[in-house]
Structure formats: structure tokens, C-alpha cells
């Protein structure tokens, strides 16, 4: 299998573990060689920006309130979570450090939360600054983080939880989509896993979570053949150890940066060995990286909708920020997806799902918003426009459907031909 | 919603996404539109409506057993009571958000199929909203029941339309697949750059599959704008997500478009907490919905060939849990309304003491209800569809 050469490695590097290059980066970073920008993509750590100020959230609805009062609060919540999606994707487009922006769109991804039923930009704020600070770290205190964290508690009905009563919904997904896979355990399992999550409760206006006693099921309970009186720390320990959690992990962060396809058991084995005992997320990126299949130029992804923008208003020099707010928001609507609103805690689907035909004219529309608030001075040809967006060669279709265009629009249209809404 | 005459014969040549395999010679549209402005959908052909109900509906708080005291202790706060509901003998009773359906009922136009799941149930909303998009219980399946119906329908133009921006699985074929159209309609832009989008669908040689999956929804966009987009003018009225995609479904069907099988969901049925009154202003923005469409599908010829089949991934479990919600569960209620629609029960209801680990056991198989929907709306062999299964709902429609 022939491999893609330094450069074009290079350049799905860049793709894959950040937003894609910003102007000049990729001349930069292959001039090195393959190897050495492997080593500088890795070595990123998260920029110090601190979190955005949206304000309290507004106190909540009695039932006597009005459908005024209603109204003014939706619109309140409405206006925090706008800011907190602009400020993320400000960070996306305009961060020099984008694996850990990258890391943290993927764990936004695999341990789906959606403000929609949170309801609160300010919990999603704090779990997107947890998943920032341990997504490159090791997955043992990630998950740990996550089962209590307060967002996305309230998401699965973890705070309904408690002794006596158990509610399945947190202990479930947990197994099946954060870190076993669907099969990998009973239905008796999910059950006893419920009464081990039971008691936690959260504090919306101090943004955090805590066990309450008297909520908790302190009873013997018996979770994948281990027994003992287990809690949520316990219950992460007994699954993390089970040799189908490496596996199901790696095959997660294969998926939405290498190929749809699973790796080949010899691959997953190294990809396993990469994270080791300690659960290195690092790691495993490394061993990622170090697979022939990385730089297989079969191993293409079609960008996920939020991927292709923020790469292409990095492109361009944009900030996400300057742009009309609605605009922006209904492109990617219309393109099936939204920062802190995954469709479900499964996450959004891949691949082909973004190639609907009405996805096809937001994603014309969202190019044209961008490319308008571009300076596209500089691309004055096809070949310029290719530059500009990390692309060394258009297909003769590409080219002659490009032909008839100039600024903006070659600029907009550029972005909308497969060479680019497919990572190379 | 208007949807204009001219709309139609425009309209009347779909081709959606993968009519175009993959390396496949472009299709003459020229050719195309001439037969299909020949050969509109005839007005006495079938039309199916599959509305996916997401999140898992409780199929016990939906056609409610409020006299059963098993179903009055398993959920003593959940619980309706007999003279809440709406009334369907059998010791049954509708949920009180589903006036509309119950009218329907009343009229003999909703037929309500009891237990309807599948063997070896599963509780995750993923595996088996997969399970019922594929028809496909035994084993994973790449295609959709509608995807597969599509294939076999050999080279007629693509006839399956999602009124939303995500394509769902079941109308995922090997060599078609359904399109989709917003409900605020495809406008394409006009000029240099209409012309050069046109160009960035035609397919390249050699390229990668993934890159010729895009160029291939562009042409497919193209093709469903210049049909299906003109008809579609957008109300602006302020009404609910299911009733605008049923608006839309409404005036392609009167606009005669040849489009044989449409898809719309409602989303948020996973009511793990404070079930009752999420679950009942779901239902009455569905009873809402779906019941001015069937009344307005009476008004036309072509309206009252369309059948409207309703089902989710699964019921709850029988015991509520402590949040005053219902965790996972198994078999459920489906619905099948239409002018065609013999009304009435189908399947038994089933019990509430014989259980499966707390779950209801299924009575009837879903892919009997797709089977009666492929034979007597589709007029296709079920068969070559389901993988064999041929077992229909006898007296539902034919």
C-alpha cells in the first residue's frame, strides 16, 4: 500500500487531531517531516482561555409563572448557550494549540450531553472545561470526572437515582456507550450498576455534584461477577478493568479520526498496548499516529458539519464570533449540527448521515456567510484557493465547476467540493 | 401550506440520493422528466407515512389497561385512571393528549396493534431503534426496510423522501437511498454560482468513495430542489416540528409528486423522569398533528390512499421508577390510521402479570406490520423485503 507522502500526512494530521491549518501552518509544519509535526501536535497543551462570563442563570419557573416570564427565561437560556457555542468556536478557529480543542470536541462527542435538556449554558461551560483539562490525559480520571460530573448527571436522570428505586438511565449508557460497548454486559448488570450510582445530587448554582448519604443504596450489590458494597468510583473500576474497555475506547477515537472502518485486530491490539495500564490517552494518539493506516490515503472521513466550518474559518481568518449569530447558528442547524446539542447521548452519526441533500445547500449557504466576512484578496485563482484551504490539487470536475467563480464565491464554492468537505 | 399545480408537474420526476451508484453513467434528465411528466403517480396509488415515535414511548401510558389494578400497582403515580382515558372498550383506554386519535377511532380509521416488538428484546434506544429502522432483529443489517424496498424497485426514479435534515436509517438502501427536504424547502441559488454547484455533482473517476458520496448528494440536492423544492412553499404559521413535516407531506402528496413512502419523526419520548406530563404534551402535539393531516387527506383522491404508520423503538418498563418515569422497556402499541385503515385492535394486549423481568412479552412480531404495509400500500412481495417473513396483519387494509 502506497503511503501518503510527509506533506499530505502532514496535512490529515492536521485535520484529524485539530481544525485543519491555518494559513501558512502546514508549509511550517511539513517542512520538518511527518514526525517531527507528530511530536508538536502531541506536545499541545490548552490555551489558557478562561471560560466566557454569561451570567447567572435566571432563577427558575414556579407555577405561577407567566407565559411572559416563561418566555423571557427560554430567551435568557437562549442568549447564554448562543454565547457559550460562539465562544467555543471562536477557540476551534482561532487556537495555535487544536489538539486539545480537537480532544475536547471528541469527548463532547462520546460522552454526549445536550443543553437541551441541562438546560443550562453555564453546566456545559463547566463540563467542556473538565473534558479540556483531562482529554489528554488519562481515561480513568476522564470517566471518573464524568459520572458525577453535574451536566451531564442531570442528562441521565442521575440525580433521580436513589435507594430503593433505582433509574437505569446513567448506568446504562455509561456501560454501553462511554466505555463497554452494547453486549459487553447484562441487563442484571445495568441494574446493580443503578443502585451503585445511586445518591448523587446537584447544586446548579455552585456547578457541582455530591453524594448524598441517605440517597444511596449502601446494600451489597454484584456489578460484571465482582461483589461489594460499590460506589461510583467502584463501579468505574470494575469496568475500566475489563478487557473490553481498552478495546471499545480505541475503537471510539479510531472512528472519528481514522476510518469508519474498525481497525484490523492486530491494529487494535497496539492501539491497546499504546494506552496501556494507565489509560494514556496520549498514548493511544501515539500509537493512532504511528499505524500505516493513518497514512493510508484510503482512510478518508467526511469532516463532521462543526469540523468543516471551524477548519474553514481558520482557513479563511475568521473569527466565528464577528459573524451574524443567526446565520451562523442556522447553517449548521440545517447541516445537522450544533455545539452542546448532540441528538441524543449516542452522539452524532458519521460518515455518509452528513450527506443529505438539504445538508448539502446549508453547508453552500454557511461557506457563502463565511467566505463574505473573509479577506480573499489573495485568492485570485483556483490554484490560490486551493492554497488557502489546505487542497493541492482539484479534480477536473472540481476545477472546471471553479472556473467561472472569483473572491468570495470561488472561496465559498472551493469549500463545498469533496476534495475538501472529505479529510484526505 | 400551498403547494401549486405547477409545482407538480415539475415535481413529478424525483430522483433522490443514490439513484446515482457510485461510478454510475449520469442519468438523462431530459429522459427522466419526459417520462415522468407522462406518467404522474396515478391517484389510486398507495402512499405510506412512517412517523418514528424517538426515545422509547410508554406503550402503557399510550393505549392505557387503567382498569387492570396490575397496571394500577405497578405504577401507582404514573397512573391514569379509568375515567381519565379515552375509552376503547377491551378494558382499554387512550391517553387523555389523543382526543384526536380517539375521533379516528370512533370513525373506524385507526387501527391499534397490540404488543408489537421483537424476540429477545433490546433495551438500548440504539440497537433497537436499528433493530426496527432495518427490520432486522438477528443480526446487524447495513439497509433500511425502505432502503431495500427501494432497491427492489429496480430502475424506477427514487420514490422515499425524509421530511428531515438527517437521512434515518430505514430509507438507507444498498443502491438508493431516500432524499430529504427541509421543511423550509430547497432553494438553489441561480447565476455563476448555480452553475458552478451544478458542475461539483458530477461525478470524477477514480476518486475516493467517500468524495463521490458528496458530489453524488450534490447532484441528488439538484435534482430533489428542481422537483420537490418548488412545491414547497413554507406556511411561516408558528406549529410544531411534526405538524410542519406532515405539511409538508400533505402538499406533496396533493401535488401528485411520485413520491411512494415519506418519513417524519417526534423526538423526546425517553422519559426516564417526570413522565406524565412530558409524555402527554408529546402526545397531544402528535394527536395534533396527525390528526388534521388525516383529516386533510380526506379532502383528495390521492389523500385517501395514504396510510400513516406511527411505532418507537420500544414501550417502558411495566413499574414506574422513583423519578416518576419509566427505565427501558420492551413491546409496544403501533399505530396505522388512513382512509384505507380497517379500525379496530389487531394482536393481544399483553399481560401485566405474566412478565419478562419486569418487561412486557411481545404479541405480535413488527415485521408483520411492516409486511401488510410493503403488500397492501407498497404492493410489493414482502418477502423480498423482510428476508422470507410474508406474515401480514389479515384484515388491516385488504
Sequence with gaps: MPLLDDRAATRRLLDRLGFGPRPGELDALAAGGFAAACQQVLAQAPDATPLPDVGAEPPAITKKASAAERKQRQKTLRGQQVTAAQWWLDRMAGTASALPERLTWFWHGHFATSVQKVRSARLMLHQNQALRGLGGGDFTALAKTMIVDPALLLWLDGQQNKVGAANENLAREFMELFTLGVDRYSENDVREAARALTGWTVNRDAMTSSLAPKRHDNGSKTVLGITGNLDADGFVDIVLNRPDSPRFVAGRLWFRLVSATPPAADVLDRLVAGYGPQRSIGGLLRAVLAEPAFRDPATTLVKQPVEWAAGLMRALGVQPSKLPVTQLEAGLRGMGQVPFEPPSVGGWPAAQSWLTTSAGLARLHLAQLIAEHADVSHITSTAAAGSALGVDTWSQRTATALAGLRGAQLAAMAACAPEYVVSQ | ?398
Excluded at chain 2, 440520493?17 to 457510485?22: I, S
Excluded at chain 2, 403515580?77 to 387523555?96: K, S
Design chain 2, 1 to 398: 401550506m400551498k403547494i401549486s399545480r405547477r409545482g407538480f408537474i415539475v415535481a413529478s420526476g424525483v430522483v433522490g440520493a443514490g439513484a446515482l451508484a457510485v461510478g454510475a453513467t449520469q442519468v438523462n434528465w431530459t429522459d427522466l422528466m419526459t417520462a415522468a411528466a407522462q406518467d404522474p403517480l396515478r391517484p389510486d396509488t398507495g402512499v405510506l407515512v412512517v412517523c418514528t415515535l424517538y426515545g422509547g414511548n410508554d406503550g402503557l401510558n399510550t393505549v392505557v389497561p387503567a382498569a387492570d389494578p396490575a397496571y394500577q400497582k405497578a405504577r401507582p403515580d404514573l397512573a391514569y385512571q379509568p375515567h381519565e382515558v379515552l375509552d376503547l372498550g377491551d378494558g382499554l383506554g387512550l391517553n387523555p393528549g389523543l382526543a384526536g386519535l380517539k375521533k379516528l377511532w370512533d370513525d373506524k380509521r385507526l387501527a391499534i396493534v397490540r404488543g408489537v416488538g421483537y424476540p429477545k428484546p433490546d433495551h438500548s434506544h440504539f440497537r433497537s431503534m436499528a433493530i426496527w429502522q432495518t427490520a432486522s432483529p438477528d443480526s446487524p443489517q447495513p439497509t433500511g426496510w425502505l432502503g431495500r424496498w427501494l432497491d427492489v424497485t429496480g430502475d424506477d426514479p427514487l420514490r422515499a423522501v425524509s421530511i428531515e435534515p438527517v437521512l434515518p436509517p430505514l430509507m438507507a438502501g444498498q443502491r438508493a437511498a431516500g432524499a430529504t427536504l427541509p421543511v423550509t424547502g430547497l432553494k438553489l441559488p441561480t447565476g455563476a454560482i448555480g452553475t458552478s454547484f451544478s458542475l461539483m455533482g458530477q461525478p470524477e473517476s477514480g476518486e475516493s468513495p467517500d468524495q463521490a458520496r458528496v458530489a453524488r448528494s450534490i447532484a441528488d440536492l439538484h435534482t430533489t430542489a428542481t422537483k420537490l423544492g418548488p412545491a414547497v412553499k413554507p406556511s411561516g404559521a408558528n406549529q410544531g416540528q411534526l405538524a410542519a413535516q406532515l405539511d409538508v407531506v400533505a402538499g406533496l402528496v396533493e401535488a401528485g409528486v411520485p413520491t411512494r413512502a415519506y418519513s417524519v419523526s417526534l423526538g423526546g419520548f425517553d422519559t426516564h423522569a417526570d413522565e406524565k406530563g412530558t409524555q402527554q404534551r408529546l402526545l397531544t402535539e402528535l394527536d395534533q398533528a396527525l390528526s388534521a393531516f388525516a383529516d386533510r387527506m380526506r379532502r383528495t383522491d390521492r389523500g385517501r390512499q395514504v396510510v400513516t404508520l406511527v411505532y418507537s423503538e420500544f414501550g417502558r418498563r411495566v413499574g414506574a421508577n422513583a423519578s416518576d418515569g419509566t427505565d427501558h422497556g420492551t413491546a409496544g402499541p403501533v399505530f396505522v390510521l388512513g382512509d384505507p385503515v380497517h379500525g379496530g385492535f389487531y394482536g393481544e394486549q399483553p399481560s401485566l402479570t405474566d412478565l419478562d423481568n419486569g418487561d412486557l412479552k411481545e404479541s405480535t412480531d413488527f415485521r408483520d406490520v411492516y409486511a401488510t404495509m410493503l403488500r397492501d400500500v407498497l404492493g410489493e412481495d414482502p418477502g423480498k423485503i423482510l428476508a422470507g417473513h410474508d406474515t401480514v396483519l389479515t384484515g388491516l387494509l385488504a
